[in-house]
């Protein structure tokens, strides 16, 4: 019996072959563009929605309920979060969690700073080919994940706080530290 391949997750890189039989090392990296990160967002999205018939029937009852409340904007919503379940089924995409991974995971020649579906899919099928285990891949997607919304609410709340104001040399006018402006 031949067993799925695991990622060695004491390595830094996903090791395979490609299609001809050459080898690949995608090195693993804890950070995104602003482009990746738009697509980050949508695939997370899908992630956590999950992407099965049951989800799909959830969000349809979901839908019916928000009309029945006269909550149309709210349902137009969920309608739209449903259609793009189906969609993605029909598309025969790789699963969310593969395309997680694919953000992170680059050859050392890729460009970081562009997102290319073509690129991301060739990834996709190397680990496919390589047989890798499905359950290693929600466990880098979701790392991935919680390291990307940690830090994005940590930075978030940075920003929210009021600047600190620190006393000028001269006596009692006040300075923003921030940007300097005497108050």
């Not at 695939?43 to 006269?70: C, I, P, W």
């Not at 993605?88 to 890729?110: D, G, Q, S, W, Y």
Request: glycine share 4%; hydrophobic share 35%.
């Amino acid at each position: 019996m031949t067993e799925p391949k695991r990622i060695n997750f004491q390595l830094p890189y996903l090791e395979c072959t490609n299609g001809e039989g050459e080898p690949r090392r995608y090195y693993i990296h804890d950070t995104l563009s602003v482009a990746r990160f738009e697509v980050f967002e949508d695939v997370h999205m899908l992630l956590a929605k999950g992407r099965d018939y049951g989800a799909v029937f959830t969000s349809q009852k979901k839908v019916h309920e928000l009309l029945n409340q006269s909550k149309v904007a709210d349902a137009a919503i969920e309608n739209y979060n449903s259609m793009m379940l189906v969609k993605e089924k029909i598309e025969k995409r790789f699963h969310p969690a593969m395309r997680l991974v694919a953000l992170f995971a680059n050859l050392e020649t890729e460009d970081m700073t562009k997102y290319d579906e073509v690129a991301q899919n060739k990834k996709i099928d190397d680990w496919v080919r390589e047989g890798f285990a499905m359950n290693d891949f929600f466990t880098l997607a979701f790392s991935f994940a919680n390291d990307i919304l940690e830090s994005y609410n940590e930075t978030f709340q940075e920003y929210l706080k009021p600047p600190k104001k620190e006393k000028a040399s001269s006596g009692s006018e006040e300075t923003d530290a921030s940007s300097g402006r005497v108050s």
